[in-house]
């Protein structure tokens, strides 16, 4: 079951008016049989909880099959899935973070010590550039720089999404690449309270989405494309949650405030049926600014890299060849 608590408003982009919701969101994760989960959330924003992973982790332990509360974690040695809360913004929606179960093996190099929080430090190195190219096929982003994620799509629950959040998230042809490639591809039709999307956490500790820090990068380059559908209505909003902008109910966030408000692509791209490169300076990104304003966008304290289309649009979009620069 899906419940949302819907609040709306809408945003003035230059000359197009675009109204955002923001929801609560209860349902179960059918991944390992036998095993609800309930996940609610809350936030002292407007904007409510968020979607579910469809990523169950590639290694590590926690039996299925407890309840998650109330936009908290669950408990330790549980379900092997995370609540997470997204954020509203101008293109349409909410960003549904939920982030997946507990790692395997870790990633070689910089990995520091747990902290007081069960989360692990994590530090990019100027060398490791690659977030995912997708073409292991799998559903983590490359172990490289310290970073463990898992891929998931999210949405508000009035239609059916492709690749269903319940299920294991694949990379899948076309990519960006002509002949061999795998892309991230995620289509349905048109939700119709925030939208749907797609995303993953850059370090996913013990299943908990945990701070990363991206210090050693000027910014995120992405190749994306639409593969069907009214392109120039398919607007992609490109996001990076940080702490200060996810709700103290979400996993890494610190944010009392409106919140949700997540620094993005400005103007956010309209897709074309041809791939094309778009880049992320961590310098320019910014907040719709219906939430509480952020001093500054911290690169030293990423959570996650979110892709979402508006409400009320079809949509079948890839994204691929992700990387620091």
């Not at 809360?85 to 395997?104: D, E, L």
């Not at 999210?154 to 294991?168: F, I, M, S």
Request: charge should be neutral.
């Amino acid at each position: 079951m899906k419940t949302c608590n819907l609040s709306v408003a809408t945003v003035v982009l230059g000359a197009l008016a675009v109204s955002y919701a923001a929801c609560s969101a209860q349902g179960q994760d059918n991944t390992y049989p036998g095993a609800p989960i309930d996940y609610a959330g809350s936030s002292s924003s407007a904007a409510g909880s968020a979607g579910r992973p469809n990523n169950p982790p590639t290694g590590g332990s926690g039996a299925p099959g407890v309840q998650a509360g109330a936009g908290a974690p669950p408990a330790a040695g549980g379900s092997p899935f995370n609540t997470g809360v997204g954020g509203a913004f101008v293109s349409g929606g909410r960003s549904g973070a939920g982030a997946p179960g507990a790692a395997g093996a870790r990633p070689t190099g910089g990995a520091g010590a747990p902290t007081t929080s069960g989360c692990t430090a994590a530090v990019g190195a100027v060398a490791d550039v690659l977030i995912d190219d997708l073409e292991d096929g799998d559903n983590t982003i490359k172990a490289t720089g310290s970073r463990v994620g898992y891929w998931y799509t999210y949405n508000d629950g009035t239609a059916t999404q492709v690749p269903d959040p319940k299920v294991l998230f694949k990379g899948v042809t076309p990519g960006h690449m002509p002949t061999t490639g795998l892309s991230a591809t995620t289509s349905g039709p048109a939700f119709t309270k925030y939208g749907a999307g797609m995303g993953f956490d850059f370090n996913n500790t013990a299943s908990k989405s945990c701070a990363y820090d991206a210090s050693a990068y000027t910014g995120i380059k992405f190749w994306a494309k639409a593969n069907t559908g009214n392109m120039a209505a398919m607007t992609l909003k490109a996001m990076i949650k940080i702490p200060a902008t996810t709700p103290t109910t979400a996993d890494g966030g610190t944010c009392t405030g409106t919140c949700e408000d997540h620094f993005y692509l400005k103007p956010a791209p309209a897709l074309t049926a041809t791939w094309a490169q778009y880049t992320m300076p961590f310098a320019t990104i910014a907040q719709d600014g219906f939430g509480t304003k952020v001093a500054s966008f911290d690169k030293a304290h990423i959570l996650a890299m979110q892709f979402q289309v508006a409400q009320n649009i079809a949509f079948n979009f890839s994204v691929d060849d992700i990387t620091f620069y």
